[in-house]
């Protein structure tokens, strides 16, 4: 299973100002120097050994994950970053008016939508674009999103044909080689992750989510998208402080994602749905700080009666590409 992450924004897109890119060029620069390099050739050395905030950060497009397996392409959610995938895209059969592509959302808050009108094999003739949600007014969506004064172009002169698909929660659906089952979400709004498999491959997509329930009884029917899970998207919007100050926002904090990963043995997770009001530098905070969290979870690894597991984890940036 190949899973590309193309955007990892909350709630609205973050483009970086000129004036902050300036700060980043002129550290970095000063950086160089202070290192002791002074050749062209010692640029890439040297970029080498800076962290992901101070280099190239952690990127601005909201929500997009692209997941492909030997047969079937899917997408999950339709963000900002969706519009970089539709030029993509259109470099093979979309752009010749042959695709026929499958769009999961989970909700459709604004940050999960606003790639839509700008994804280009919408535009293209006998391309077949199938849309899949567990609520029912997914087609209702589609027509108040594309119209005026929300945007220019009515939904009857998309050129694709767009296809309506409504799930059943905790129904698996086939997709060739790919199951895909719904479960809930702890978002205001029902929200509703996906569980995802391929052969002996488990991808859990968990976004929006501010993890209200944690414990395996309260999460009861929804406790099957954690377990057995190889990679594991879940959101990290705040800091754990954070969290405790915007109950029922719904969206959560790495150490809540990570006492049910250690918990459950999920493999690896990344943390994304970073908060738009953070910086980069904040980010990288926030994620030092659920390294603190880590590290003493780990020393409960070896003391506590229960069980307690490892886990590979990281907060993700625009392009992460991950290959189970």
Same mark, same amino acid.
């Given at each position: 299973?190949? +899973?590309?992450?193309?955007?990892?924004?909350?709630?609205?897109?973050?483009?970086?100002?000129?004036?902050?890119?300036? $700060?980043?060029?002129?550290? #970095?620069?000063? &950086?160089?120097?202070?290192?002791?390099?002074?050749?062209?050739?010692?640029? @890439?050395?040297?970029?080498?050994?800076?962290?992901?905030?101070?280099?190239?950060?952690? &990127?601005?497009?909201?929500?997009?994950?692209?997941?492909?397996?030997?047969?079937?392409?899917?997408? #999950?959610?339709?963000?900002?970053?969706?519009?970089? !995938?539709?030029?993509?895209?259109?470099?093979?059969?979309?752009?010749?008016?042959?695709?026929?592509?499958?769009? !999961?959302?989970?909700?459709?808050? %604004?940050?999960? !939508?606003?790639?839509?009108?700008?994804?280009?094999?919408?535009?293209?003739?006998?391309?077949?674009?199938? $849309?899949?949600?567990?609520?029912?007014?997914?087609?209702?969506?589609?027509?108040?999103?594309?119209?005026?004064?929300?945007?220019?172009?009515?939904?009857?002169? #998309?050129?694709?044909?767009?296809?309506?698909?409504?799930?059943?929660?905790?129904?698996?659906?086939?997709?060739? @080689?790919?199951?895909?089952?719904?479960?809930?979400?702890?978002?205001?709004?029902?929200? %509703?992750?996906?569980?995802?498999?391929?052969?002996?491959?488990?991808?859990?997509?968990? +976004?929006?989510?501010?993890?209200?329930?944690?414990?395996?009884?309260?999460?009861?029917?929804?406790?099957?998208?954690?377990?057995? $899970?190889?990679?594991?998207?879940?959101?990290?919007?705040?800091?754990?402080?954070?969290? /405790?100050?915007?109950?029922?926002? &719904?969206?959560?904090?790495?150490?809540?994602?990570?006492?049910?990963?250690?918990?459950?043995?999920?493999?690896?997770?990344?943390?994304?749905?970073?908060?738009?009001?953070?910086?980069?530098?904040?980010?990288?905070?926030?994620?030092?700080?659920?390294?603190?969290?880590?590290?003493?979870?780990? $020393?409960?690894?070896?003391?506590?009666?229960?069980?307690?597991?490892? +886990?590979?984890?990281?907060?993700?940036?625009? &392009?992460? /590409?991950?290959?189970?």
């Amino acid at each position: 299973m190949y +899973v590309k992450l193309w955007g990892t924004r909350g709630s609205l897109p973050t483009p970086q100002s000129p004036d902050t890119l300036e $700060v980043r060029i002129h550290r #970095i620069l000063k &950086g160089f120097f202070a290192a002791g390099y002074q050749h062209p050739e010692d640029i @890439d050395r040297y970029l080498a050994t800076l962290p992901m905030h101070q280099l190239g950060g952690y &990127g601005g497009e909201t929500m997009c994950a692209e997941v492909k397996s030997p047969n079937q392409q899917l997408i #999950i959610d339709a963000g900002s970053g969706l519009r970089s !995938l539709g030029y993509e895209l259109a470099k093979s059969d979309c752009g010749q008016g042959r695709g026929e592509l499958h769009i !999961l959302f989970t909700h459709f808050h %604004w940050d999960h !939508l606003s790639g839509l009108p700008f994804f280009l094999p919408l535009f293209i003739p006998g391309n077949i674009i199938h $849309v899949y949600a567990v609520q029912s007014n997914l087609p209702q969506v589609f027509q108040t999103l594309f119209q005026p004064p929300f945007f220019p172009v009515p939904l009857e002169r #998309i050129d694709a044909t767009i296809k309506y698909h409504q799930l059943v929660p905790r129904q698996p659906v086939q997709f060739n @080689d790919l199951t895909v089952t719904p479960y809930q979400l702890d978002h205001p709004d029902p929200c %509703w992750g996906y569980r995802i498999e391929v052969t002996d491959k488990v991808l859990a997509y968990c +976004v929006d989510n501010e993890i209200q329930r944690v414990s395996q009884r309260d999460l009861d029917a929804d406790l099957r998208l954690y377990q057995d $899970v190889d990679l594991m998207i879940m959101d990290a919007q705040y800091t754990l402080l954070e969290s /405790t100050e915007k109950v029922n926002w &719904g969206h959560g904090a790495a150490p809540d994602g990570l006492e049910i990963a250690m918990r459950e043995g999920v493999k690896q997770v990344l943390f994304v749905h970073h908060d738009p009001a953070a910086s980069d530098d904040k980010i990288a905070a926030a994620e030092a700080q659920a390294r603190e969290y880590y590290a003493k979870q780990l $020393v409960m690894l070896y003391t506590s009666p229960h069980n307690l597991y490892p +886990v590979e984890w990281s907060f993700a940036r625009d &392009g992460t /590409t991950i290959v189970l």
